[in-house]
């Protein structure tokens, strides 16, 4: 007898059943969902668009109390769990990017972007290793570009300040200029890094929907 295609994957079947003792209030089937996924939700969600260490981990435990506060209200489905995580970390990550005046690498819109996405079709995020790997690769390669656009000393200044997290007196020594002069660098250096970085995004959303662009 061939067994049916529809059948749930083991994982899943397991999964599922940790989410209905979660949602009657077992802490411990929580904790336990929390405990697979919550690597994932820093290493692939949090860390890239937050851009620091400290900042990652304090929306990581943000995540986790609002997850707690919150399941009750999750609804399972077939692609699982992840991609409600994933959609609760990404809007702790758009609430402390809004709430920073530093300079950040992901606009607060472009957060909102990939929440309405993965809102509108979970089942894209199924797939938690494929979608932590897509998540790395696409925050990766979107900085990478856009960095590869500016001018070489205002990709160093990002690059020492935003993404190595060094001191602004330590960045502005190695670039020779005193720190005031360095504050209005990396202002310089943000402002073209996130033009570009826009304007990767609407050549990636032309391409996408199929858009001609015009010539330049």
């Known amino acids: 007898m061939v067994a049916s295609v529809t059948a749930p994957r083991p994982d899943l079947e397991a999964e599922q059943k940790l989410c209905e003792r979660a949602a009657q209030g077992d802490r411990a089937a929580l904790g336990q969902i929390l405990r697979v996924h919550g690597p994932v939700l820093y290493r692939s969600v949090l860390l890239?668009?937050?851009?620091?260490?400290?900042?990652?981990?304090?929306?990581?435990a943000e995540t986790y109390a609002r997850v707690v506060e919150k399941f009750g209200q999750f609804q399972w489905q077939s692609c699982g769990v992840y991609p409600w995580l994933r959609v609760v970390a990404l809007r702790i990550a758009l609430d402390m990017l809004r709430a920073r005046k530093r300079e950040t690498l992901f606009e607060p819109d472009d957060l909102q972007r990939e929440i309405d996405a993965s809102e509108s079709d979970p089942s894209t995020r199924a797939d938690v290793a494929l979608c932590e790997r897509?998540?790395?690769?696409?925050?990766?390669?979107?900085?990478?570009t856009a960095l590869g656009r500016l001018n070489p000393r205002y990709a160093g200044a990002i690059r020492m300040r935003v993404l190595e997290e060094r001191p602004r007196e330590e960045?502005?020594?190695?670039?020779?200029?005193?720190?005031?002069t360095?504050?209005?660098?990396?202002?310089?250096?943000?402002?073209?890094?996130?033009?570009?970085?826009?304007?990767?995004?609407?050549?990636?959303?032309a391409e996408h929907q199929g858009t001609p662009r015009e010539a330049t």
């Open 48 to 60: 890239p668009r937050l851009g620091s260490q400290a900042l990652a981990q304090d929306a990581l």
């Open 134 to 144: 897509r998540d790395l690769a696409e925050a990766r390669a979107r900085v990478d």
């Open 171 to 180: 960045v502005a020594r190695e670039l020779g200029v005193t720190v005031a």
């Open 182 to 205: 360095f504050d209005v660098v990396l202002h310089r250096a943000m402002t073209a890094l996130k033009k570009a970085l826009g304007e990767g995004l609407g050549a990636a959303r």
